[in-house]
């Protein structure tokens, strides 16, 4: 005899939803003071990381209790401890004002609030409204750069021309359409400017085709130090006929030569595929580290699965997919605190994304599980044992992941920490279940068939200076070697006598995770490499403090290591992964939707060009 499910009145639901949204607000606040009072005590189980690599948020830090992330970030100039998550967006940090004093600048002095000035926001927002649904647009436009550009222009033109009629003003979009190849000349020709003084560039490259239009295209970035910083810019998203490695090396040819870069030297940094590397081989050439990480994650996952068929293990993982793709196919996913992520193959870290949007909705979806039959019968099928083993395995090669996409700092010189990293993670303990220690055992064995390390990893690994030594990470007999090669490549170098001073103001950074377990600031001992200037940086290395800057360090001692400076701007040009690239795709595919399909591939490769060279203009 079927129970029959419990049916509640509007007022009772509305209610019971009241009374656990202000249990949940309850909670968060006594965890948020819990925290506060952590912090100001000092306690070891508070720690701090980067909240993401991927935003331009250097003054907050990422809460870390227990080893475990929480969902508050710290700022770093005030102590004030705010919610953030990535699913809530950054506006919550962007609105936070600390009490710092504001930059100086003219505009403060002259422009004086207007009494009506908050009846003129709210008559703003009602047009804005409007603009959004008339248009289609979705709520975070006012956020863009383009469109607070165009606000601005739009207030400069009304100050001069208070009473001109809209339509005189307002171009056509064929107007607008006839100005996109003028723009993109102009920064086209900047950049060519700018890049003339520059020596070396990192370059990726990849292949996309739009799922609608089935057309190819090819995207190709670069990645140069000036002035102590690192600068990633889009080149070309192109047209082209095929993916071959003829048709590859082809476009690559074509596009460096239009931005007169084929006489530079070159590093180019790709995926896997056979047409890339047969494309770029005899070229300095680094397989993407991001790639490579997920070729580790999902073979060894593969022959995980063959081995052990049907075990607790498999079936827990397979039922999260179970789950993820059930709620994805109803309605309840919007009841959910954060959207479950499903796990796909040829997505980076998906496995582990999954299961960390299970883990963290786990009690909510128990008691969704309560009223639905179908995710109650799944979550008997699910061990939590297991979901928190394997996610808390695989967490720490996400954050190493995170690491090597940095696109504001040098990478490569992680790479080769990363690795031995990545094998130390992979020794068995007395807690592992007998699953895990057979999945450690098998990651262990992959990682040097998916992971490639190569000589520039190496070189440039020596070249961060508490790395120098190679300790735990090289034999003494490579690490020889390797100083042998150093010194080949640094004999080869024409130094310019010619010192340019550049500013050092900020050059602050945090130590990476890769690196914490193999930074050694003692004394090096007194060896001899063929080379005054390389022996003097092997024996002190001035003392590098591993709180400042990789780049900063070698601007302050360009004079005394004059060949190894130059060296060091060569290898650290070379991005450990081909993100950019992945990440204007991302760009392509908003660029290129179905309303707009009927773009040109040229007006395509021109918009992308202009978003990335933003800048410049």
């Known amino acids: 005899m079927?129970?029959?499910?419990?049916?509640?009145?509007?007022?009772?639901?509305?209610?019971?939803?009241?009374?656990?949204?202000?249990?949940?607000?309850?909670?968060?606040?006594?965890?948020?003071?819990?925290?506060?009072?952590?912090i100001a005590t000092n306690d070891s189980t508070i720690e701090y990381k980067p909240i993401d690599y991927t935003l331009n948020m250097k003054s907050f830090d990422r809460i870390v209790k227990d080893n475990t992330d929480t969902d508050y970030v710290k700022c770093n100039n005030c102590s004030a401890i705010i919610k953030y998550n990535k699913s809530y967006g950054t506006c919550g940090l962007k609105r936070h004002n600390c009490h710092q004093l504001p930059e100086e600048s003219i505009e403060r002095y002259l422009y004086k609030p207007s009494n009506n000035e908050s009846k003129l926001k709210s008559e703003l927002s009602d047009v804005l409204v409007m603009f959004i649904a008339k248009d289609m647009r979705p709520m975070n436009v006012i956020k863009g750069e383009g469109f607070r550009q165009l606000a601005k222009k739009f207030i400069e033109i009304g100050s001069k021309c208070p009473n001109i009629p809209l339509d005189s003003v307002l171009p056509s979009d064929r107007t607008v359409s006839r100005h996109i190849q003028p723009m993109y000349e102009s920064l086209k020709q900047k950049l060519i400017e700018k890049l003339l003084n520059i020596d070396t560039i990192g370059i990726t490259c990849d292949h996309w085709t739009h799922d609608v239009m089935k057309t190819n295209y090819i995207t190709i970035t670069i990645q140069y130090i000036n002035e102590c910083n690192i600068h990633s810019r889009v080149l070309a998203t192109i047209e082209t006929k095929d993916k071959t490695s003829v048709t590859t090396k082809s476009d690559m040819n074509c596009v460096l030569n239009n931005f007169m870069l084929s006489e530079k030297t070159k590093y180019f940094t790709t995926d896997n595929a056979s047409a890339m590397v047969l494309a770029f081989s005899g070229e300095d050439w680094i397989s993407c580290s991001a790639h490579n990480m997920n070729l580790l994650h999902k073979n060894s996952f593969k022959e995980f699965k063959t081995k052990y068929e049907s075990n607790n293990f498999n079936n827990s993982i397979k039922v999260c997919k179970q789950l993820v793709r059930l709620f994805k196919q109803s309605n309840i996913q919007n009841e959910l605190q954060t959207k479950l992520k499903q796990s796909i193959g040829i997505r980076w870290d998906s496995k582990y994304l999954m299961l960390e949007s299970i883990h963290k909705n786990l009690s909510h979806i128990k008691e969704i599980a309560i009223?639905?039959?179908?995710?109650?019968?799944?979550?008997?099928?699910?061990?939590?044992?297991?979901?928190?083993?394997?996610?808390?395995?695989?967490?720490?090669?996400?954050?190493?992941?995170?690491?090597?996409?940095?696109?504001?700092?040098?990478?490569?010189?992680?790479?080769?920490?990363?690795?031995?990293?990545?094998?130390?993670?992979?020794?068995?303990?007395?807690?592992?279940?007998?699953?895990?220690?057979?999945?450690?055992?098998?990651?262990s064995n992959n990682i040097e068939k998916y992971f490639k390390v190569n000589n520039l990893h190496k070189i440039s690994t020596i070249l961060y200076p508490p790395l120098r030594e190679l300790k735990c990470l090289l034999s003494i007999e490579e690490k020889h070697r390797l100083i042998s090669k150093l010194s080949d490549l640094m004999s080869e170098l024409q130094i310019n006598t010619t010192i340019v001073s550049q500013s050092l103001d900020d050059y602050s950074m945090k130590v990476d995770l890769c690196l914490q377990d193999f930074i050694d600031l003692s004394q090096t001992q007194v060896n001899t490499f063929g080379s005054q200037e390389l022996d003097d940086y092997m024996k002190t290395g001035h003392k590098f403090d591993i709180n400042s800057s990789l780049l900063g360090y070698w601007e302050q001692n360009r004079n005394s290591y004059p060949r190894l400076y130059r060296l060091a701007i060569r290898l650290l040009s070379i991005p450990a992964t081909n993100l950019s690239s992945e990440r204007n795709f991302s760009a392509a595919g908003l660029t290129l939707t179905d309303h707009r399909s009927r773009l040109s591939p040229q007006n395509v490769n021109e918009l992308l060009f202009i978003r990335s060279n933003f800048d410049l203009y």
């Open 371 to 443: 009223n639905n039959r179908k995710i109650f019968e799944l979550l008997i099928k699910l061990d939590e044992n297991v979901l928190l083993e394997c996610f808390t395995f695989l967490k720490p090669f996400y954050d190493l992941r995170q690491t090597l996409c940095k696109e504001n700092s040098p990478t490569l010189h992680l790479v080769l920490p990363t690795k031995q990293k990545m094998i130390s993670l992979c020794i068995a303990n007395q807690l592992d279940s007998q699953y895990m220690k057979s999945l450690k055992l098998i990651y």
């Open 2 to 38: 079927s129970s029959k499910r419990k049916q509640f009145s509007v007022s009772e639901c509305f209610n019971r939803k009241t009374a656990k949204t202000n249990e949940i607000q309850s909670n968060e606040c006594d965890f948020k003071h819990k925290l506060k009072t952590l």
